[in-house]
């Protein structure tokens, strides 16, 4: 254990935050989510696993992660198919904790198009969150040098 932490942070994935530099991308997904075979592709080359709910694992990663400031897309969803504009419970609940740490209203992405940012991401986490459409992407920002 360590203080300050989130016990479900496990080792695997502290790892894969901390390699990640600024403007890369990590996918939280749902368990329906083709996690494995799109990680394969991912800079990682494997999957991640947090068998917990999509926002109880956001709310852990994003007190680590700092979401990118200097681009529009820093935080998405997996649109609903063919109703780009609806927001189901796991998406209230994920914004809810990207509004949290000062995040922006996450953007729409469609199905296949998410699917494809996936691909370039850095790493998948994929989680135990069994609703469907519980999947998005947040874009790593900076941590800034300490004040003098």
Known sequence: MLKGIDPILNADVLYALRAMGHGDDLIIADTNFPSDSVARETVLGEVLRIDR??????????????????????????????????????MEEMQAQVSAVGGPTMIGIERYAFYERAKQAYAVIQTGERRFYGCFAFRKGVVPPDAE
């Open 53 to 90: 709910p999509a926002a109880e694992v956001a709310k852990a990663v994003l007190s680590v992660y700092p979401l990118d400031t200097f681009v529009d897309d820093a935080a998405a969803r997996m649109e609903v198919v063919d109703e780009p504009d609806t927001i189901l419970p796991v």
